[in-house]
């Protein structure tokens, strides 16, 4: 089913944004433990939630996706991922040795079901309009 809006209630958001939770939580326990000095201040990192930006970015992949090419579709669905992450938790995050490998974790955690995979298509059909 396409959708014409992004919003925190769409499943394939809603599984991005709960793995990217559960990645960072991890990062920002080891971190937590590797740091002896409790009086260090961590680096915070923000978030920028203007759904009309993330959704313009996401429209602008989608125009340019191929999508009768699986590695253009893979390319896009990373990016998409990317740009989701950075949404949510602030461009900061972009140097986090963490992120890539959290990109490629779950893009693996969608090519596992094909419901995922199906979604991600109609999120880009609907955008496309």
Request: hydrophobic share 40%; no cysteine; net charge negative.
């Amino acid at each position: 089913m396409a959708t014409n809006r992004i919003s925190p209630s769409s499943p394939l958001f809603e599984t991005l944004w709960a793995l990217a939770r559960e990645g960072t939580h991890d990062v920002q326990s080891n971190a937590q433990a590797t740091q002896p000095d409790p009086g260090d201040r961590k680096k915070t990192v923000s978030a920028k939630h203007d759904v009309q930006v993330l959704r313009q970015r996401l429209s602008d992949l989608a125009a340019g996706a191929d999508f009768t090419d699986a590695q253009s579709m893979l390319r896009a669905r990373d990016y998409a991922m990317r740009e989701i992450l950075l949404w949510e938790f602030g461009s900061e995050f972009r140097t986090d040795s963490q992120f890539l490998p959290m990109v490629e974790a779950i893009g693996k955690t969608l090519d596992a079901d094909p419901v995922f995979q199906q979604q991600f298509m109609d999120l880009m059909t609907g955008l496309r309009k």
